[in-house]
T-cell receptor
């Protein structure tokens, strides 16, 4: 299996621009997570999807952030407009578990976002 | 609220020496606990997990961890560290709601030759 695939691996953009991060989960997994990692705040869960439905988006920092999962094999995280404080590494993870359950999450390699 | 504490931000050990990384959790019920490792520029990889049963858990790469309920701890150990073990290590606890994992702040391990 190719594992969780994220693109792009690196993104540099100017403040005010729209940024779209992409994720392809492991085939057959029904749970998908978006995390943000920064030196100051560590690893934070942004949003969790189960069977393509957003279950918990309480970690989404503000309305500039949005996430979609149109099908079981693709998800996007969009930031519009982007700000320098959004600079971070964004991870996508997937797992095979139903809501309320817990099991190993498989992480992608991450997207390093720099907003200038 | 549930939380995970990794008291050591940075640890340096010599290759071949033993290693123990500390993790303490705060959670009212029986916890589900994880250790993940992150190599530079990479995503997180699961080392081991504890759900129930034997409190000494074996993982990949020669790592083990022991769950101690009385101390609310889940420390990670390795008897002999290799230079390739240099990475950041994260302890995580399942919070019991919406399948959400709470991660500690991480411990960065440096291995000297």
């Amino acid at each position: 299996d190719a594992g969780v695939i994220q693109s792009p691996r690196h993104e540099v953009t100017e403040m005010g621009q729209e940024v779209t991060l992409r994720c392809k989960p492991i085939s057959g997994h029904n749970s998908l997570f978006w995390y943000r990692q920064t030196m100051m705040r560590g690893l934070e869960l942004l949003i969790y999807f189960n069977n393509n439905v957003p279950i918990d988006d309480s970690g989404m920092p503000e309305d500039r952030f949005s996430a979609k999962m149109p099908n079981a094999s693709f998800s996007t995280l969009k930031i519009q407009p982007s700000e320098p404080r959004d600079s971070a590494v964004y991870f996508c993870a997937s797992s095979l578990m139903d809501w309320g359950e817990v099991d190993e999450q498989y992480f992608g390699p991450g997207t390093r976002l720099t907003v200038t | 609220a549930q939380s995970v504490t990794q008291p050591d931000i940075h640890i340096t050990v010599s290759e071949g020496a033993s290693l123990e990384l500390r993790c303490n959790y705060s959670y009212g019920a029986t916890p589900y606990l994880f250790w993940y490792v992150q190599s530079p520029g990479q995503g997180l990889q699961l080392l081991l997990k504890y759900f129930s049963g034997d409190t000494l858990v074996q993982g990949i790469k020669g790592f083990e961890a022991e769950f101690k309920r009385s101390q609310s701890s889940f420390n990670l150990r390795k008897p002999s560290v290799h230079w390739s073990d240099a990475a950041e290590y994260f302890c995580a606890v399942y919070t019991g709601t919406a399948s959400k994992l709470t991660f500690g702040t991480g411990t960065r391990l440096q291995v000297t030759l």
